[in-house]
Each structure stands twice: as structure tokens, then as C-alpha cells.
């Protein structure tokens, strides 16, 4: 039987759907080599700007001496590059043919201070406290559990150090809201499906993220599993949500 003849299992779109971890690969490793064209064309490039945000509300962190970041759910490494130029960055994700374009990408832009590591953001194969800063693009979504999510990134940071989640979010004006979604979910579809060839990818897209939390209930998530001053910024009228969080340093010890 060809490949071709055998549909890619469609991930269940529910929010925290147990087992979905195989189908969200397989998805995406169907749709790799269309990922970054298809992104930037469906955003008309707002996905950029949004990274480049997300950055710069990390600078103060990335620039101290030494520093290090962890791009989760790095895909083809599009945040793992903006990082780079400040600070070291490992990006990590369990999707094979993703990192396999995004170390093309790493190599030919000669980002020396990228590298990419395959593994599950669930079970991460880093050290309690090892980063500055944690980053997580348009993957949190995806995981089975997104408090588990959440606290393993929660677990790697250092004290002091700082979270960046970037998500689809819930636009805030309502008939921006209606006309944004409208697009989201009948006209993306389609053209995803046509450019990608995957039928389920750009469907499961919009679905996922009506059932994800919106701003203030993430915010709330983030809280709960440990992190202080939790703060988020509507990107694009709310399409997109920045959540930033931080690991706050121990009380001093205290002096007698
Ligand atoms: C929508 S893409 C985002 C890629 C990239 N961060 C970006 O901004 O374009 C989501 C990525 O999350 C990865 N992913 C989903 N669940 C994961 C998990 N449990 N562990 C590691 N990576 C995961 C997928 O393989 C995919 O590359």
C-alpha cells in the first residue's frame, strides 16, 4: 500500500486530550516541509512580528552574562533564531522532520549560538533550574496536559529567570472577534489543506484553539503551578496572547 493511501490520524482537538501526543507528531511531521511558508502566508507575516515582540520582552534576562534559553516546541527553530543573537538557545521538539529544517535553517544563517535537541516537553532531558529563560510558541496548545506543561517549564527555569508563552489567544473586540473568526475557521482551512495536502492540520488549528484557555484563565494556570508576576499582552487585537511569567529568586536567608 502506498503511504499516500494511509490518512494522517487528525488529533483530538479537546483541550488536555489524553493520547493525542502520537497524532500531534504525526501531524506535523506531515506538514513540515510546507510549516514556514504556509505560517507566514496564513499570518501575512504577523507571525514574525509577534516572535520579535516576545523577544524583546526577554532582552533584560537574555543579555545578562552567561545566559542560556530553552525554546520549547521550537518547530523549524523561527523563535530559537530570534533568541539567538542575545543569548545561547537550545530548541527543543519531539517532531523529527521540523528540527531536520530548522538545523537547515540554523546552518545556513550561521547561528552559532542555536542548537536544537529532539524531546518531549512533557518529560524534558534538562536539569531542575538550568535556564534564564524559557520560551513556547503556538506549542503549549498541543501538549496533553497543559498544567504538566507549564510546570516542567516552571521546573527548568532558574530562579529569577523568566517564561514566555506565545499562543493563539480570543480576539478582544467583538466584531473583530467574528470576522477573525470566520477566516480562522472556514477560509485557513481550506487554503491549509490545499497548499499543505494534509486535510486535518488546518483544521485542528482553529478547534484547538477555541477549546484552549483564554488570556486570564492561562494567566490563572500560570500562576498555579508557581510563577509571580504573571502579565500577558494581546498581540493583534488578541489573535495572539504573550504570557510572560517569572521564577521569583528565594527570600534572603535571614541574618541574625
Ligand atoms: C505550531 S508548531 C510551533 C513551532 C514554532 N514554535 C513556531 O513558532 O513556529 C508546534 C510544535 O510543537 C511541537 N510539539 C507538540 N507537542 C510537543 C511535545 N509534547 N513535545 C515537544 N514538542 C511538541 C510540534 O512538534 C511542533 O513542532
Redesign the pocket.
Known sequence: MKSAEIPTPQPDTAFNAPGK?NA??AM?AEIAPSYDRL?HLLSVNIDKVW?RFTVKKLKDVLDRPGAIALD?????A??TLELAPHARVIG????HP?LVIGNEKIAAREARQATLAE????HLPFADQSFDVVTV???LR??ENVEAGLAEIFRVLKPGGRAAVLEFSRPIVPVFRQAFEFYFHNILPRIGALLSGSKGAYTYLPKSVSNFPPQKRLAEMMRSVGFADVRYHNLSGGIAALHLGERALPPASAKN
Not at 520549547?72 to 523549524?76: F, K, N, R, V
Not at 527543543?92 to 517532531?95: K, P, S, T, V
Not at 524531546?119 to 512533557?122: P, R, T, V
Open positions: 501526543r500531534v507528531r506535523f505560517n516572535r520549547l516546541c521550537c518547530g523549524t523561527d523563535l527543543c521538539d519531539f517532531c521540523m524531546g518531549d516537553a512533557l510558541a503556538f506549542g498541543n501538549l
